[in-house]
């Protein structure tokens, strides 16, 4: 998902090993400055488990400040009070 506006980029990475939780997954923050692009912050779910997927689906807005943007990552597999592979959106 890019946002052109501010130069950013969300990559999602769902089958990305986090430490040694396989498949939890991660969204990548990219950003373009003077025309290269960089990677700026990896987004993790604090309570992501093996296989949940995070970043299956992601989405890059504008926030309401100037220059502000927001990011959502989804991991589709995640458990959620007591439902096997319900689904979760963080910010």
Same mark, same amino acid.
């Given at each position: 998902? /890019?946002?052109? /506006?501010? &130069? ?21 923050? %990219? $950003? /373009? @400055?003077?025309?290269?692009? @960089?990677? /700026?912050? @990896? ?11 995070? &970043?299956? !689906?992601?989405?890059? &807005? !504008? ?12 991991? %589709?597999?995640?458990? @959620? ?5 319900? &689904? $979760?959106?963080?910010?």
């Amino acid at each position: 998902m /890019r946002n052109s /506006r501010h &130069g950013s980029c969300l990559v999602g990475a769902n089958s990305d090993d986090v430490a040694v939780v396989v498949d939890s997954g991660d969204g990548l923050l %990219f $950003r /373009r @400055t003077k025309g290269a692009w @960089t990677e /700026r912050a @990896t987004l993790v779910a604090a309570d992501s488990a093996a296989g949940d997927e995070c &970043g299956v !689906s992601v989405a890059l &807005g !504008s926030g309401g400040a100037p220059g502000a943007s927001l990011a959502l990552v989804g991991g %589709f597999k995640h458990d @959620t009070a007591g439902a096997a592979d319900a &689904g $979760r959106v963080w910010p």
